[in-house]
């Protein structure tokens, strides 16, 4: 018989309970105790030691509409609906992120990441398969080199959850698919080829669905490139299935740094005790973790939920690097939001609260243009050598130029002539 044994993911009550042990209505929850709960409901007799354990944690992932309905209320209409939607946009929630989900609230920020809606073929004629042009600037299969320093590698489609604002949503349609030997070699022997080459990316499918030898293998000759200077891993692994971050993974990841793991963290509730052990495990192990957010709409659209996300993640020493505007992908257009309402978020966090938890608002252009940093206006006018900015209260300052050597001032025309 499985004894089930106090949970590792416990949340301590004491700063939210009362004497009786019970949350008060108007108390946020402390972080994991959704999960806590969730496991109590669903998962009663499954030990600490396999929830904790990633294989099972993948094994057992959510990926029908049947089995999603055991774990929150779908009308049989809406489950004919989402099945139509997954027949497209395949669906796949661990158990530890669907255990994040508030079931009886239909706009749960979690939820609309994970679980499918029928706005993602219903608003099928908007949008773009490939916006950034990731497909015209492969190189060769997996392998992406767009900016000069600086290539992306793909190692498969394969992601423990599928974020339904993902802007490869365009592989899942093709299986699952890891890339071959044969193909990894392709891709390594244009990095070798390529001196320029001194940062790479590997990225999403998460690559932490191989297992860690397989991966070790790529990060080991990979490391050999003497050009290679920096590796990144973009992975939503401690978001989604922070069990995965192992002492073996971290062990054989800080065998090859300088590693740098971009982490995706959309929303508060993600950041679990879980979650925090993840990103300590891996800063322990020599791996700085930046964090890169993707605007959505109803998840974290506001100033108040990303200051609040980016002060969680500064917590668990996670830097706010990037807020993504939603790419013009094909089957997100009801996740998307204006490009104004991530200046204003921008607006409503600079000097508001520190710059380290202010991330830089980017668009990826259509088309393969690359990133382009947006924020709010702060000089107003410059002329004659003086600027007139606005700070982020709105008050007015003038700020000097130094003299220049040949007495002239620096102006509005020098300062256009700065620009790339
Ligand atoms: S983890 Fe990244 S690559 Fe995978 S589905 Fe989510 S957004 Fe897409």
């Known amino acids: 018989m499985i004894v089930t044994t106090a949970s590792a993911e416990e949340p301590s009550l004491h700063h939210c309970a009362d004497t009786a042990g019970k949350i008060p209505a108007d108390a946020e929850e402390p972080p994991g105790y959704r999960s806590h709960r969730f496991r109590q409901k669903f998962f009663k007799n499954i030990s600490d030691d396999t929830w904790n354990d990633w294989k099972w944690q993948f094994r057992n992932r959510i990926t029908s ?14 489950q004919e609906r989402l099945k139509f939607v997954t027949s497209r946009y395949p669906l796949s929630i661990t158990p530890h992120y669907l255990s994040l989900i508030d079931p009886d609230n239909p706009d749960d920020p979690v939820r609309r990441q994970a679980v499918p809606s029928f706005e993602e073929t219903a608003c099928a004629g908007i949008g773009q398969e490939d916006p950034l042009a990731e497909q015209k600037d492969s190189v060769v299969p997996g392998l992406v080199h767009r900016y000069p320093d600086r290539a992306l590698m ?12 993902c802007t490869r949503k365009r592989e899942w349609q093709h299986g ?3 890339r071959t030997d044969a193909e990894i070699n392709l891709m390594l022997d244009y990095i070798r080829r390529n001196p320029d080459l001194r ?19 790529v990060l080991r000759r990979l490391r050999a490139i003497k050009h290679v200077e920096i590796i990144r891993i973009g992975t939503r692994f401690p978001v989604v299935l922070p069990q995965r971050i192992d002492a073996e993974l971290c062990a054989m990841l800080s065998q090859y740094g300088p590693i740098w793991i971009n982490t995706h963290f959309n929303h508060p509730h993600e950041i679990t ?3 925090a052990r993840a990103c300590d495990r891996l800063l322990r192990s ?10 959505l709409r109803g998840v974290n659209d506001s100033v108040a939920t990303q200051t609040r996300l980016c002060h969680e993640l500064l917590k668990i020493k996670v830097r706010p690097y990037y807020l993504f505007q939603t790419d013009d992908v094909k089957g997100t257009e009801h996740l998307r939001t204006s490009i104004e309402t991530g200046v204003q978020i ?3 966090m600079r000097g508001h609260t520190s710059g380290l938890a202010v991330p830089s608002f980017v668009i990826d252009l259509p088309g393969g243009g690359g990133k382009v940093p947006l924020q709010p206006e702060y000089l107003l006018s410059a002329s004659g050598g003086e600027y007139i900015f606005r700070n982020y ?10 003299r220049r050597a040949d007495g002239a001032a620096d102006d509005a025309a020098a300062l256009a002539a700065a620009q790339p």
């Not at 049947?66 to 009308?75: D, G, T």
């Not at 940062?199 to 293998?217: A, K, M, N, P």
């Open 176 to 178: 699952r698919w890891v």
């Open 273 to 275: 005790p879980a979650a």
């Open 393 to 402: 209260q709105g008050r007015i300052f003038r700020c000097r130029n130094p």
């Open 286 to 295: 020599g791996i700085p973790l930046n964090n890169q957010s993707v605007l």
């Open 65 to 78: 509409v049947e089995r999603l309905a055991e774990f929150i209320p779908l009308e049989k209409q809406e």
């Open 346 to 348: 921008i607006a409503g």
């Open 199 to 217: 940062d790479v990316i590997i990225s999403g499918g998460d690559s932490l669905t191989l297992s860690t030898g397989r991966l070790e293998q």
């Open 154 to 165: 793909v190692l498969t489609n394969i992601c423990p959850v599928l974020c339904r604002h």
